[in-house]
């Protein structure tokens, strides 16, 4: 009976530490893993630092092959305000991700967004919503937003911002700089600011 009863605790421990363990693993998996990002891009006039991309045709810069790897990386949403955009590689990163069901929502200024080049044509008919204002001010912001506006704990936010234009000239034509961060304040900041300015500006009519 004694050994009955020894075997019956025994049993009831191992359980209780399995459990316990199977518990752990589940808690452990569902935790965020925090990843911090910061980076500094710089953009220099008469770059030779060419690579092969892997997500253009054509050779590019190490730090358009950066700026072009965090456009790859949303799982959920980009919102993007810009001031210029004529790029076709940033245009055909962000085509990609459409395709794949990342929601794209972009802000443009109204004077720029059919300029000779622009990309924002083409976007608009592959069905990404894009807003602007007219008006004699500018729409001079250029940030990014990734994954801001989804609530999924397992994605980290981003915001991308700093003096760069999507256009040939800004990327391989002049001194530029990017900041690439997902400190927390910094990319809520930015997601208020892009959310106020999508209710104020009105989507394109033809």
């Not at 050994?3 to 589940?26: E, R």
């Not at 953009?43 to 050779?59: A, G, P, T």
């Not at 802000?107 to 000779?116: H, L």
Request: glycine residues 2%; positive net charge; hydrophobic residues 40%.
């Amino acid at each position: 009976m004694a050994l009955t009863s020894y075997f019956q605790v025994l049993l009831s421990t191992v359980s209780l530490a399995l459990g316990a363990h199977v518990a752990y693993k589940y808690m452990k998996s569902k935790k965020k893993v925090e990843r911090e990002i910061q980076e500094v891009i710089m953009f220099s006039y008469h770059s030779v630092d060419l690579k092969r991309s892997k997500y253009s045709r054509c050779m590019v810069s190490r730090s358009m092959e950066r700026l072009l790897y965090y456009l790859t990386t949303p799982k959920y949403t980009i919102d993007i305000c810009m001031y210029v955009f004529t790029n076709v590689d940033l245009a055909n990163a962000l085509l990609k991700m459409n395709y794949k069901g990342v929601t794209i929502r972009i802000i443009v200024d109204a004077d720029m967004a059919f300029s000779t080049g622009s990309s924002i044509r083409r976007l608009e008919k592959h069905g990404i919503p894009v807003r602007w204002m007219k008006s004699t001010n500018l729409m001079h912001h250029k940030f990014t937003l990734i994954d801001a506006s989804c609530e999924d704990d397992s994605v980290t936010p981003l915001v991308i911002m700093g003096s760069l234009n999507w256009t040939n000239q800004a990327l391989s034509g002049n001194w530029e700089d990017v900041v690439v961060t997902s400190q927390k304040e910094l990319v809520k900041q930015y997601k208020e600011e892009f959310d106020r300015l999508w209710v104020v500006f009105k989507p394109i009519v033809n």
